[in-house]
């Protein structure tokens, strides 16, 4: 048999206080957000890519599959300079 859900109060007066901490913790949590969206959006841009270069290439179509592979190429290079230009290289 499931318990019972019990609705949690609200603390009050401590949620409302912002301490230093909670706030570079929220910034930072923030931070790790918008580089899971930027790696998810180009995800999304190599994956369209991607089947656009195996489309192309199975109509012989060598031109257009020749741009997507370009553009996957830029992707992976975009992707993988903002991934190591936030490194720090002399620790």
Same mark, same amino acid.
């Given at each position: =048999? #499931?318990?019972?859900?019990?609705?949690? &109060?609200?603390? /009050? !007066? =401590?949620?409302?206080?912002? *301490?230093?901490?909670?706030?570079? @913790?929220?910034? &930072? @949590?923030?931070? +790790?957000? %918008?580089?899971? $969206? !930027?790696?998810?959006? *180009?995800?999304?841009? $190599?994956?369209?890519?991607? *089947?656009?270069?195996?489309?192309?290439? !199975? $109509?012989?179509?060598?031109?257009?599959?020749?741009?997507?592979?370009? !553009? /996957?190429? $830029?992707? +992976? @290079?975009? *992707?993988? /300079? #903002? %991934?190591? #230009?936030?490194?720090? /290289?002399?620790?």
């Amino acid at each position: =048999m #499931a318990k019972p859900k019990t609705h949690k &109060k609200p603390r /009050i !007066g =401590m949620d409302n206080k912002k *301490s230093p901490k909670s706030k570079a @913790l929220k910034k &930072k @949590l923030t931070k +790790k957000h %918008q580089r899971r $969206e !930027g790696k998810k959006e *180009s995800k999304v841009e $190599e994956n369209f890519l991607f *089947s656009n270069f195996l489309k192309h290439l !199975g $109509e012989k179509n060598y031109s257009a599959a020749n741009k997507y592979l370009r !553009g /996957i190429v $830029e992707a +992976k @290079l975009k *992707s993988k /300079i #903002a %991934q190591f #230009a936030t490194q720090n /290289i002399f620790e």
